[in-house]
């Protein structure tokens, strides 16, 4: 293939950065762009001078290569679904769902039919994480400590339940995704919540949650999330070996051992290019660096998921056994 021909379902904030990437490969086509908003579609596709379609079917039917669904969290199922009938390769943006029913669904729709997929947890193309990993390979984690504090963004869905699924479902997945990439698989939840929603019209979302995870290795955790202030505060995660300490973010990693502290700055705008070029190069043939296919996404989407039930309940959650711990890249295995 010379030429990957691109769909794009959705015209909002991340298909916006998402056209910026691919209108920037030389082995590119955009050849459409559907949204629920017309307007929105027909503003995007001028941008970047390809067509706006009414809807998932007629964009199928321009016969792109690849379709990136770029959705609200309520909004995933039906746009997969198309693409799923249709046998093609599809790029789907985080969180996969705003619930895990959906995501489940998708999941099996797209193992039945052996699909190529990626998903959008792009802080796993960050080389400091590959650092983080590397360091760890001989060291077992002990603690890990996430968070995501953060404001509410400025759109309308996102401070609802239903819709966004919560600051840890929308937000918090990200740190949650490294959790497990880094310290193996959570095998207990026990989160709280505030009960209480942030100063925004209309949200019913929690303005903060904290859990604390156990993992099947045995080791501990915690996870805060937020969502009351009015800028990123704090976004990343901080673990404890034997002798190590590591703190990542999206903007680098820093060690501290026994030598001292080493600082290694990361960015998340490289990062951001190279899922979408992972994702192009193995639809074209000439790659495979998904790090992140659906079924991935899925332990992710799990997790979040146990997570938020569990804050809503006040119960713990037990996580069923993952049959293959979380990879960093495609045929390399991660164990805590």
Known sequence: MRTCRVGLVGAGGVAQRHARVLGGFADVELIGVTDVLPAAAADLAAAYDTRACADVEELLAAGPDAVYVCVPPFAHGPAEEAVIAAGLPMFVEKPVAVDLATAERIGELIARRGLRTAVGHHWRYLPVVERARRLLADRPVRMVAGAWLDKVPPVAWWSRRDRSGGPVVEQAAHVLDLIRVLAGEVSEVTAY?????????????????????????????????????????????????????????????????????????????????????????????????????????????????????????????????????????TGVTVDA
């Open 193 to 329: 919540a505030d009960g209480t929603p942030p100063p925004v019209d209309g949200a019913d979302i929690d303005s903060v949650t904290t859990a604390a995870l156990r993992f099947a290795s045995g080791a501990v955790g915690t996870l805060t999330a937020a969502c009351v202030l009015g800028w990123k505060h704090r976004a990343g995660l901080e673990i404890l070996a034997d002798g190590l300490a590591l703190a990542l973010t999206e903007d680098g990693l820093v060690v501290r051992d026994g030598d001292g502290e080493h600082r290694f700055p990361a960015d998340p705008d490289a990062a951001r290019v190279a899922v979408d070029r992972a994702f192009i190069d193995a639809v074209r043939g000439v790659g495979d660096d998904i790090r992140v296919p659906y079924a991935e996404a899925l332990g992710t989407q799990r997790l979040a998921v146990a997570v938020a039930d569990s804050a809503r309940t006040g119960a713990p959650v037990r996580l069923a056994a993952s049959a293959a711990p979380a990879t960093l890249r």
